[in-house]
């Protein structure tokens, strides 16, 4: 494999220290507004929003610069309802049969349950795929690496681009998620990360009364 050629990194921008203090401040505020919510409008999401909020998830780093990621943007309210179909079956046995007590003690404050009507009431669902290894034209496989993290880092920057843009999001994983694959119609060496459902909140969303943890229990400095 012959190296990779280099070239100067010129969309690179430094800013004054003020500045520089300034953006941080406002971004770490504005995610700090960002919050799941459950209830959706109807209201329609110019597609070039969306793919926009896709491009900036591209971006993420990977392992090897692999990109082992796919997403399937949904809006077929036909297919949206068979996937609310599948995913309500999976979380009814989940709640009912498969949760430890203690999982669900920690979700019954936040009112979840199985009914998921949000898979179909919100304009887009992104459903998430991790490539375990690519497949050449000619059918041979190659490695991908440190999957996992490369599609959650994709995951997170697609969250903040589509909160970026006023869009509101919750992020579902329905277990296990192997019925996506099939009734997307994705090849074997993808496996379902997770669904982001986004859209417009409904006038009449609540979401809980929860806190994030301070950042001095979850940053040790040396």
């Not at 401040?25 to 700090?32: G, P, S």
């Not at 179909?85 to 979840?112: S, V």
């Not at 697609?158 to 329905?174: K, Q, R």
């Not at 669904?195 to 417009?200: D, K, P, Q, R, S």
Request: charged share 30%; proline share 8%.
């Amino acid at each position: 494999m012959s190296p990779i050629k280099d070239r100067p990194w010129t969309e690179y921008h430094s800013y004054p220290a003020q500045e520089m203090r300034e953006r941080a401040r406002k971004f770490a505020d504005d995610l700090h507004r960002r919050r799941t919510i459950r209830d959706f409008a109807s209201t329609q999401v110019a597609p070039e929003v969306i793919r926009d909020c896709l491009r900036a998830a591209a971006s993420a780093p990977s392992g090897a610069n692999r990109q082992p990621w796919h997403f399937v943007v949904v809006t077929d309210p036909a297919v949206k309802k068979r996937l609310r179909a599948a995913a309500e079956i999976e979380e009814r046995e989940f709640y009912a049969n498969r949760a430890p007590q203690d999982w669900l003690d920690d979700l019954a404050p936040l009112g979840t349950d199985e009914n998921k009507k949000f898979l179909e009431e919100a304009p887009y669902l992104i459903v998430v795929f991790a490539q375990r290894f690519a497949v050449s034209a000619d059918g041979s496989k190659h490695k991908n690496y440190y999957v996992s993290e490369s599609v959650g880092i994709a995951t997170g920057m697609l969250l903040a681009a589509l909160h970026n843009a006023g869009l509101a999001t919750l992020t579902h994983t329905p277990a296990p998620m192997g019925f996506l694959r099939k009734e997307l119609e994705r090849p074997r060496n993808e496996r379902p990360f997770l669904i982001v459902v986004t859209g417009y909140p409904a006038k009449t969303v609540r979401v809980p009364d929860i806190e994030r943890k301070p950042l001095t229990t979850i940053v040790t400095e040396k």
